[in-house]
């Protein structure tokens, strides 16, 4: 196959791999009909900051779901903060409003939302003179079609999956070892990608229906606010325990072997 690029250049290949993120283009190039991503009702903006006094030693992540906006800090080896935040927007903001946000109006914006927690969020915030940007949060519930004879879809182009889940990353990585083990090992390129798609759809799909629940926590109204701020200092004792954390194993303790060759249809 071709692929040719906007600055006029091309390549050719037996495989092209979409990797390309959210808005995929080559999503888009094997299904025209695939369903667009997600808006979750939140944005993502972060930045780092050693102006800022905080009371967190090194190591410790502090998570805060404050009454208009979620933040999350915490303080590298070296003293840098780094933090981000996840305001709330009811409808998604265009991208040409996005690229016209200053990072002065952003800070005073997001400073305001977090003046009213009893946190140094705010504070950070104001003490970040560096540039940061505002950008849409998104998930991506399914994508009927990962792959054609020529081309496949690996990591947010495939299972975009909800910041919440602190997953996004180690699912590409995932997808990619398991791309490259299905290559080697099933003869043929289509079948190959179908088994790649048989042994990542169940898995990327659960984590990615977990991650939007734990998400909707950080949008809600009054009443439900007050819920989760009573229940959820014992909902997160409970999930410290043992048995908790084994539950929870199926996502953190994935192991993939590289050196066991494969076989299309045998788990």
């Known amino acids: 196959m071709t692929a040719h690029f906007a600055d006029g250049t091309n390549a050719e290949g037996d495989l092209l791999v979409g990797a390309d993120g959210i808005?995929?283009?080559v999503r888009s190039a094997i299904d025209p009909a695939a369903p667009a991503p997600r808006y979750t009702g939140l944005g993502n903006t972060g930045g780092f900051t050693r102006a800022a006094d905080v009371p967190v030693k090194s190591g410790a992540y502090v998570m805060i779901w404050g009454r208009h906006c979620f933040f999350g800090y915490t303080v590298s080896p070296n003293?840098?903060?780094w933090w981000?935040?996840?305001?709330?927007?009811?409808?998604?903001?265009?991208?040409?409003e996005l690229r016209r946000l200053t990072t002065d109006r952003?800070?005073?914006?997001?400073a305001g939302l977090l003046a009213a927690d009893r946190t140094p969020g705010a504070?950070?915030?104001?003490?970040?003179?560096?540039?940061?940007g505002l950008s849409n949060q998104y998930d991506l519930p399914t994508a009927p079609t990962w792959h054609n004879g020529s081309m496949v879809v690996i990591g947010d182009a495939a299972h975009a999956v909800s910041p919440s889940s602190g997953q996004g990353a180690s699912l590409a990585a995932e997808d990619a070892v398991v791309l490259a083990t299905c290559l080697r090992d099933v003869p043929g390129i289509p079948a190959?990608?179908?088994?790649?798609?048989?042994?990542?759809r169940p898995r990327v799909?659960?984590?990615?229906?977990?991650?939007?629940?734990?998400?909707?926590?950080?949008r809600q109204g009054l009443v439900a606010r007050l819920q989760r701020d009573l229940l959820l200092p014992?909902?997160?004792?409970k999930a410290a325990g043992q048995a908790e954390l084994a539950k929870m194993s199926w996502m953190f303790a994935h192991h993939i072997d590289w050196d066991t060759r494969i076989e299309a249809g045998v788990r």
Do not use: Q
Request: glycine share 4%.
């Open 23 to 25: 808005h995929s283009a």
């Open 192 to 200: 190959a990608l179908d088994e790649y798609e048989r042994r990542r």
């Open 79 to 81: 003293g840098e903060i």
């Open 205 to 218: 799909e659960r984590i990615v229906k977990w991650a939007a629940g734990m998400n909707s926590t950080k």
């Open 106 to 110: 952003l800070r005073e914006d997001l």
């Open 234 to 237: 014992l909902i997160l004792r």
């Open 123 to 132: 504070a950070i915030v104001r003490a970040t003179s560096e540039d940061f």
């Open 84 to 96: 981000f935040a996840n305001p709330p927007s009811r409808s998604e903001i265009p991208r040409d």
